[in-house]
């Protein structure tokens, strides 16, 4: 189960509070299909961190959800995006002093 937060600075805030310092951070996407059959893409940031063995805590920025953009130039373009929104979050975590770990955990 997560413990879901629409501010990074807030997540940050609970997990000094309960002493964790290690927050997990991934850039990912997830390609689906409408029911009409329309190609969706949701590019996005996700950072969590273990509150306990069932629990974690998870902020997701979100870069691009829409329909798929065709040419391999724009969906490059998104990723390289992600990768930016992605190094911006790591930086304020580690000023905010909390280790920065890869990977990501799924339920």
């Not at 940031?45 to 065709?70: D, H, M, N, R, W």
């Not at 929104?85 to 339920?107: D, N, P």
Request: contains cysteine; charged residues 35%; hydrophobic residues 40%.
């Amino acid at each position: 189960m997560k413990v879901i937060f629409g501010d990074l600075d807030e997540m940050l805030k609970e997990l000094k509070e309960k002493e964790i310092s290690d927050v997990r951070v991934e850039a990912l996407y997830d390609r689906t299909c409408s029911k009409e059959g329309v190609p969706l893409l949701k590019v996005y940031v996700t950072a969590q961190a273990l509150l306990s063995p069932t629990l974690y805590a998870c902020y997701e920025k979100i870069t691009f959800k829409g329909v798929l953009p065709f040419p391999k130039e724009e969906v490059r373009s998104l990723f390289e995006k992600n990768k930016q929104v992605k190094e911006e979050i790591e930086r304020q975590i580690k000023e905010a002093k909390f280790w920065v770990r890869a990977g990501h955990f799924e339920e």
